[in-house]
């Protein structure tokens, strides 16, 4: 077995873990016990990926021998290794700069960039009492959910690991099941408001054709 490279830095991991959960924080302060449930979920998949990206490669140890039976010219306990789609493509690139490691930036950008744009909106709503509409509220009824599930989405294409591969689906399912909760209260509450809202406006796949909330109701 090859010595590992790279890995057994637990106080970098708990490091990157404290940071990355520090700046989804700072974006999307929870307001409510929901919201904390649904950010400590995120935040454990955000430990369960560091832990193996820089503390121990649990993935690539349970996996070796099939890894090293069909990629042998591949030191699988080298960090780079670690990207583990780049290096099963074989392109010979350097891991941060191939298609998946470019492909899970774009994700986590925009999921942070969802997130950090939508809380603002949704905390002066709260505040004031009344739905949110506006900003990326106009284009997503659940644009924070969303921005989570992209941000996990972009991990997974660039360090996949079985654990939080694993708890993905379990945390989608758990967003979209928070989702339906919300849709269910704030119908109760906003009444007319909410469903002409709601007509208007998808859940989680953007119209990026159609104006934004006030245009013609969808189908």
């Known amino acids: 077995m090859n010595v590992?490279?790279?890995?057994?830095?637990?106080?970098?991991?708990?490091a990157n873990a404290?940071?990355?959960?520090a700046f989804a924080y700072s974006f999307a302060r929870p307001l409510n016990a929901r919201d904390w449930r649904s950010f400590g979920a995120f935040s454990a998949f955000i430990v369960a990926?560091?832990?193996?990206?820089?503390?121990?490669p649990l993935t690539i140890y349970l996996l070796s021998g099939w890894l090293q039976a069909r990629w042998p010219g591949v030191n699988w306990f080298s960090h780079d290794a670690g990207h583990l789609p780049e290096m099963m493509l074989g392109l010979g690139l350097n891991?941060?700069?191939?298609?998946?490691?470019?492909?899970?930036?774009?994700l986590i950008i925009a999921g942070f960039w969802l997130v950090a744009?939508?809380?603002?909106?949704?905390f002066r709503a709260v505040r004031a009492g009344r739905l949110a509409t506006?900003?990326?509220?106009?284009?997503?009824?659940?644009p924070q959910y969303a921005g989570f599930i992209l941000i996990m989405t972009g991990f997974l294409f660039q360090w996949p690991t079985l654990?939080?591969?694993l708890m993905y689906p379990v945390l989608v399912a758990m967003y979209?099941?928070?989702?339906?909760?919300?849709?269910?209260?704030?119908?109760?509450?906003?009444?007319?408001?909410?469903?002409?809202?709601?007509a208007q406006v998808p859940g989680w796949f953007p119209h990026l054709s159609r104006p934004v909330a006030g245009a013609t109701p969808s189908r």
């Open 95 to 106: 891991p941060h700069f191939g298609p998946f490691h470019l492909l899970s930036t774009a």
């Open 163 to 165: 654990v939080t591969l």
């Open 49 to 56: 990926l560091f832990a193996e990206m820089y503390g121990f």
């Open 4 to 14: 590992m490279e790279g890995y057994g830095l637990w106080i970098f991991a708990a």
């Open 134 to 142: 506006t900003g990326p509220y106009a284009r997503l009824r659940h």
């Open 176 to 198: 979209v099941r928070l989702a339906i909760r919300e849709d269910r209260e704030a119908a109760a509450r906003f009444g007319k408001e909410y469903a002409t809202w709601r």
């Open 18 to 21: 404290a940071l990355f959960i």
């Open 117 to 122: 744009a939508a809380w603002p909106v949704l």
